[in-house]
């Protein structure tokens, strides 16, 4: 248990912080989920590259935040964009 005043202080600044980083992880599976989900309904090339937008947008500030390791978000964007582009191939 923390017994100083600025410990004290550290361990509710943490806590929120875990609640905060776990909404925005949750928010990018989410996304990531829509553009599968998308995919899996042939929903249509133009939805699928919004929603890729999207995801990209959350793993780029994910990334700056330090919420994600930059080669973590750069794999998983890679991954999901050679997907979407493979569906929506020749």
């Known amino acids: 248990m923390a017994n100083t005043k600025s410990a004290k202080k550290n361990v ?3 806590a929120n912080k875990r ?6 992880k949750t928010a990018i599976k989410t996304a990531v ?6 995919l899996a309904a042939n929903a249509g090339q133009e939805q ?6 999207d995801v990209a ?7 700056s935040k330090g919420l ?3 080669n973590a978000a750069a794999r998983r964007l890679s991954r ?3 997907r979407v582009s493979s569906q929506y191939r020749a």
């Open 12 to 14: 509710r600044k943490s």
């Open 48 to 53: 699928a590259e919004v929603l890729l937008r």
């Open 68 to 70: 994600l390791h930059p």
């Open 57 to 63: 947008a959350r793993l780029a500030r994910a990334k």
């Open 33 to 38: 989920k829509k553009v599968h989900v998308a």
């Open 19 to 24: 609640l905060i980083n776990l909404s925005r």
């Open 80 to 82: 999901l964009a050679k």
